[in-house]
Every structure is written in structure tokens, then in C-alpha cells.
């Protein structure tokens, strides 16, 4: 895979086979294009497909697992704009554009892709072709002109502007939801409204033991689910179910269960 970055804002990825198994916390809104090939996307809702021409805006502050894949023997390919805080920050405060409240629509909108927006993103292009044309002061440009796009659509100022922090939701029920997730305990304590110290000290008083052994407890106990009774291949489980290496997988499951995952 091929993911050519000039600055921090703007990301072009080409990846020639299917790349899957990444759980991604989403710290920042990004708008994302699909250029070829397709991406599916698994959020708490079920799977959502993105065919080649798919323009997608992606809140921030949440569990994505992607899955990309080429497709009619062309790589998938995609840029993707982040939309950082501090520069709709910035923007809000210059442009006097505040958010009309709390943002409570979906956290994953598809966007028309109408002659703007390709347009704007066929600009992108000749600078990945020859990488670091794209300068800070170009990214910026960029970076500016998709916010500006986005908001011909009124709906999305308070998708993009709502500043608000994530706020104190129920931690047993979301982490027996989202404990698959192979991401930092640092990352679930801001997704449940939470600082590090006050989600480990939650999380011991409803659990009664620390996050990492009960969530790998707990992925350990769904890929023997898995592999014993829907007849998978732990070579297919072990990242469905939090892990991102198959012999570190293969290990801790034979030290829970006294046996080869293989040998179910």
C-alpha cells in the first residue's frame, strides 16, 4: 500500500491488494473520495460499501473498521482531506460561522458528488503525481476551499462546527459493543466522555479487573465462537476479533484455552 502525504491535511492512498483488518479511531472530520476500486466501511450500524466516485464526509470522535479492496484490475485509490479542529476553529472565528447547536445527525454522511467537488478534487491530483508540489501554503488553500464547499450545504455547519466534547455515556454497555476494536484504552476513555484515569478507575469498579485483560478476554472468548462454532479459519478471525498479528493471536489462544486455535 502507497500513501503519499505532503503535509498532514491531505492523504492520497493506492494499495494494490485488498487491506483489511484496520480499526481506525477517527480523531478528526475527513472527507474522503474514492477514486477507484471500493472501500467498505463496518460501524456500529452494519457494513456501508463505497464504489469508486463515493464522497463521504466522516465525523470525528469515532470506531471505524475499513476494509479496501481493488476492483476491475485497477488499485483502490482515495484522497482523503482532514478537517482538523484547529483549523475549523480558525475558519469559524474569521468567517464569523458558528454551529446552530449540538450535532446529533449521522455520523457518516454521503455527499453528492456533483461538478464542484469533482472538479475540486481533479485539482488535487497533478500534486500526488509529483510528490511535495502540494506546499503548506497550497494545503492550506485546499483545506480552506473544501470547507467552503461543504458548507453550500447548511446542514453541515453544525456537522463540522459543533466544538462540543464527547460527553459521559454508559462504558459497560459501549465496551461490550466495541471491545473487537483494536485501539488504544486512551482512545475508548475519549469515546465514553472520559480521561484515562477516570475510564481505568470505571472500568475496575464495573469489571473488576483492567481493560486490556478483559478485552482480550473477551476477543479471546468470540474467536473461540467463531472458529468452534461458524467454522472460520483463525487466519480470518484474529483480526475480526482485536488482533493484529496471527502468531500473537495463535499464542494467547492456546495459554487461555489449552489448545491450538487450528485444532478446533
Known amino acids: 500500500m502507497r500513501e503519499v502525504s505532503p503535509q498532514h491535511n491531505i492523504l492520497y492512498s493506492c494499495a494494490g491488494e485488498v487491506k483489511a483488518g484496520h480499526d481506525h479511531f477517527v480523531h478528526e472530520h475527513s472527507l474522503s473520495f474514492v477514486i477507484s476500486g471500493i472501500a467498505e466501511y463496518y460501524t456500529d ?22 476494509l479496501k ?42 455527499l453528492d458528488n456533483d461538478a464542484f467537488m469533482k ?59 466495541h471491545f473487537s476494536y483494536n485501539v488504544p484504552v486512551a482512545q475508548f476513555a475519549k469515546l465514553t466522555g472520559r480521561s484515562l484515569s477516570s475510564f481505568k478507575r470505571d472500568f475496575e469498579g464495573i469489571f ?12 479471546l472468548e468470540m474467536a473461540y465462537f467463531l472458529i468452534s ?18 502468531s500473537h493471536f495463535s499464542r494467547v489462544f492456546k495459554k487461555e484455552f489449552k489448545i491450538n486455535a487450528s485444532a478446533l
Open 45 to 66: 450500524n452494519g457494513m456501508v460499501s463505497y464504489p469508486s466516485g463515493s464522497l463521504c464526509l466522516f465525523r470525528r470522535n469515532q470506531l471505524l473498521r475499513i
Open 69 to 110: 479492496k481493488p476492483l476491475d484490475g485497477k488499485p483502490f485509490t482515495a484522497i482523503t482531506i482532514f478537517l482538523d479542529q484547529e483549523t475549523l476553529k480558525k475558519h469559524s472565528l474569521k468567517f464569523h460561522i458558528k454551529s446552530d447547536g449540538i450535532y446529533t445527525g449521522e455520523p457518516n454522511v454521503l
Open 119 to 177: 472538479g475540486y478534487f481533479a485539482s488535487l491530483m497533478p500534486y500526488f503525481a509529483q510528490s511535495g508540489k502540494l506546499t503548506p501554503i497550497l494545503e492550506q488553500a485546499k483545506t480552506t476551499e473544501a470547507i467552503e464547499l461543504l458548507l453550500r450545504n447548511p446542514s453541515l455547519k453544525s456537522f463540522l462546527f459543533d466544538f462540543s466534547k464527547p460527553h459521559k455515556i454508559d462504558l459497560e454497555a459501549y465496551m461490550n459493543s
Open 208 to 219: 473488576h479487573t483492567s481493560p486490556e485483560k478483559w478485552m482480550q478476554k473477551r476477543r
Open 229 to 246: 462454532q461458524k467454522r472460520i479459519k483463525p487466519s480470518d478471525v484474529y483480526l475480526e476479533v482485536g488482533f493484529q498479528n496471527l
